[in-house]
């Protein structure tokens, strides 16, 4: 009788699904992916199989849902942020700060990211929801650090273009007009709070090399 009652009644269907810290993804393609529907029985779904198939959804990073009962679903969303812009065969590829491809478009519309530019050898070939192939892999893992640490000090606002030189090396070209010369993601940890208050307050069109790992060095550009 009990287990009639929870399968078979209309007590327990859903009557409101609810979407929560969902920015970039709307609820209607959420719930659409989901498979739920409003008069479905809150019990006739496998949770596991609905989480799944959310964040097969690139600009999902996870996602988790919680019943309750009699007749509400609650879906708590975290999105990936795009970080930079990879421009490759005249498109712009939006990535994250994992490397993971959320989209790409013909026409940049974020302005608050940088384009990221490299040799046609260094980029290869790219599949949305996938991590976009950068070669070799010690040079991609600078690259996303780079723009992480940049991010989190919000100073990545400044920056327009990272380009991976063809001596692998990382040139952050600014939007005040300057350029910051950096061997690797370790230099940029160690001149943090340089890169950061020069980028925030300072930016004078120089070009500033920090390659060298010492004192950084100005020349007007």
């Known amino acids: 009788m009990t287990f009639y009652f929870l399968l078979f009644t209309d007590f327990f ?12 993804i709307t609820n209607e393609e959420i719930l659409l992916k989901s498979g739920l529907k409003n008069g479905e029985n809150i019990f006739r779904f496998n949770k596991g199989n609905v989480v799944t198939s959310i964040e097969e959804i690139p600009y999902i990073k996870s996602a988790s849902l919680i019943r309750i009962f009699p007749s509400k679903i609650k879906i708590y969303i975290e999105e990936r942020q795009a970080v930079g812009a990879v421009l490759y065969e005249s498109k ?39 991590q976009v192939k950068i070669k070799p892999d010690w ?16 100073v990545l606002k400044y920056v327009s273009e990272v380009n991976i030189t063809s ?18 993601s370790e230099i940029v940890k160690e001149k943090l709070d340089f890169i950061r208050t020069y980028l ?12 060298h790992g010492g004192n950084p060095t100005y020349i007007p550009r």
């Open 200 to 211: 925030a307050e300072n930016d004078k069109r120089m070009i500033i090399d920090l390659t």
């Open 13 to 24: 269907n859903i009557k409101k699904i609810e979407v929560i810290d969902n920015h970039a």
């Open 167 to 184: 001596n692998q090396l990382f040139h952050i070209y600014t939007k005040g007009g300057s350029l910051i010369k950096v061997k690797d």
């Open 92 to 130: 712009f590829i939006y990535v994250d700060d994992e490397g993971v491809i959320l989209d790409y478009v013909l026409d940049l519309t974020k302005s608050d990211i940088p384009i990221i530019t490299a040799s046609s050898e260094t980029i290869g070939s790219v599949m949305i929801g996938k």
């Open 139 to 154: 040079v991609k893992k600078n690259v996303f650090t780079i723009l992480t640490l940049l991010k989190k000090e919000k």
